[in-house]
């Protein structure tokens, strides 16, 4: 089964900062994906940032980027230059290949608990 | 390029009662999921179709709750009857296919007195 644990239930920084969401993860598949969201107070869950099992350089969106460390299951999400709008709750998630009798299929996402971070101007 | 709606955006019914939330993915995407956020939670998937077939509906409590995508583009779920521990977000999320980035909706608020 696959599971996705972040240990850090909430985070402040200091506007202009830099911050790390933690993210492990845990699977026996060597082919899967992780993702980053933003949910803010609103609801909507906005995709952030995806990096692939294979991928070999960490992924980067503009101020978001992933710190991929696939020998200690790491996942952690590093914001640059945090901004007062970054203050949201943010959750890691990962995908892999489900396979059943009727073949395999991609989709699922598996969503750890999640981090608020609050930006302090 | 239109996001993934949803309505109603706020729900409040009584348990037993019966509800429907509807989703419109984005234009083209082939796959959708409904997911079930409860709160201080992350979403947990109910349901994800590809087109208008049933992929996965493992996690879905069907003695209560149902699922269609008519003609492969909207869906409706439904809840009956609703239980109040159904409190939650309903999220609709869908992708151009399976293996793609999923986008969301902005959400259905249930609450279930």
């Known amino acids: 089964a696959q599971k996705i644990t972040q240990t850090q239930p909430g985070m402040f920084v200091q506007e202009k900062e830099a911050v790390t969401l933690d993210c492990t993860y845990d699977?026996?598949?060597?082919?899967?994906?992780l993702f980053w969201y933003k949910q803010p107070s609103s609801g909507e869950m906005i995709f952030l940032i995806y990096?692939?099992?294979?991928?070999?350089q960490n992924a980067t969106e503009g101020r978001y980027s992933l710190n991929f460390q696939k020998a200690r299951k790491s996942a952690n999400l590093v914001i640059s230059a945090s901004q007062l709008g970054d203050s949201a709750m943010y959750f890691c998630?990962?995908?892999?290949?489900?396979?059943?009798?009727?073949?395999?299929?991609?989709?699922?996402?598996?969503f750890g608990q999640g981090t608020i971070l609050t930006v302090h101007p | 390029e239109a996001g993934v709606a949803q309505s109603p955006r706020y729900k409040i019914i009584e348990k037993r009662q019966s509800v429907a939330f509807w989703c419109n993915p984005i234009?083209?995407?082939?796959?959708l999921y409904w997911y079930q956020q409860i709160l201080g939670q992350g979403p947990k998937l109910l349901i994800q179709?590809?087109?208008?077939?049933?992929?996965?509906d493992s996690q879905l409590p069907k003695d209560r709750f149902s699922a269609e995508r008519l003609k492969g583009v909207d869906s409706t779920l439904k809840i009956q009857p609703a239980k109040l521990e159904d409190s939650a977000v309903y999220l609709c999320?869908?992708?151009?296919?399976?293996?793609?980035?999923?986008?969301f909706g902005p959400g259905t608020r249930l609450l279930v007195l």
């Open positions: 999320a869908s992708s151009r296919k399976g293996r793609e980035t999923q986008y």
């Open positions: 998630a990962m995908r892999v290949p489900d396979v059943s009798a009727g073949g395999t299929s991609y989709g699922k996402l598996t």
């Open positions: 179709f590809q087109n208008n077939g049933v992929v996965d």
């Open positions: 990096q692939g099992s294979y991928d070999e």
């Open positions: 234009s083209g995407h082939a796959t």
């Open positions: 699977t026996s598949d060597q082919s899967y994906g």
